[in-house]
Every structure is written in structure tokens, then in C-alpha cells.
């Protein structure tokens, strides 16, 4: 493949990231926020949720996009960016995945610590 198509690829891929890691932030941040401070239905939470994610995604990526191609010639084809926004989507679900598991491991452990350290303490 063309050199132009994998940084076009790239640069897609950097726009999923951005996209699903401020989907699962502003998510994070917001959910309990909003449902205290504004009294509407969980779907209207959502869509506000995610018209706030959008926005803050396509801020970064223009900047994204704008220095890439300043540096770089791509081919932004709708092709290529649907394939890359799933790419860095599926990337960061597996990243989470991971943490998520190696967070809770960390907890168990950490609680086995603590157990056994109350059994010898005793």
C-alpha cells in the first residue's frame, strides 16, 4: 500500500482514539453530574452526553487533522475514515478491557494483602 494511505489510515485511527477515550471520560465525568444538576430523562442525558463528546472529538481532530496534513499528504476518503475510527475504536475498548482487568486483579490482590496481613497482625 501507498505510504499516503497508511497515514490517511493513521490519522483516522487517532480520531477513534480521541473519540472513544473522550466518549468513556466525559461519560465518567458527567454521568452523576448531570443527572444532580439538570432533571431530564436518561435518554436525554445520553444525547447530551454525546453531543458533548462529539464536539470535544472534533475540536481535537481538526487540529489532529490539520497538523497531519500540514506535514503529510493523505487521502481522507469516508472509507478510510470509517476504518480507522473502528480501528481506534476497537484499540481503546481492548486498552480498557486490559486495565479494567488488571485493576481489578490489583484490588484482589491488594485485599489478600490486607487479609493476610490481619491474619499475622492477630
Not at 499516503?4 to 485511527?13: D, H, L, R
Not at 464536539?55 to 472509507?79: D, Q
Amino acid at each position: 500500500m501507498d505510504s499516503i494511505v497508511y497515514i490517511s489510515i493513521f490519522a483516522s485511527i487517532i480520531f477513534g482514539i480521541v473519540e472513544s477515550l473522550n466518549f468513556l471520560i466525559i461519560e465518567k465525568v458527567t454521568k452523576d453530574e448531570l443527572k444532580k444538576d439538570i432533571k431530564l430523562e436518561a435518554d436525554m442525558l445520553a444525547l447530551i452526553r454525546a453531543s458533548i463528546t462529539g464536539i470535544t472529538s472534533i475540536i481535537i481532530a481538526v487540529y489532529l487533522e490539520r497538523y497531519i496534513e500540514s506535514n503529510y499528504k493523505t487521502n481522507r476518503t469516508p472509507f478510510i475514515r470509517v476504518l480507522g475510527i473502528i480501528i481506534g475504536t476497537i484499540l481503546v475498548i481492548a486498552l480498557f478491557k486490559l486495565y479494567t482487568r488488571l485493576h481489578i486483579a490489583y484490588k484482589k490482590l491488594q485485599k489478600e494483602h490486607t487479609e493476610l496481613k490481619e491474619k499475622l497482625n492477630n
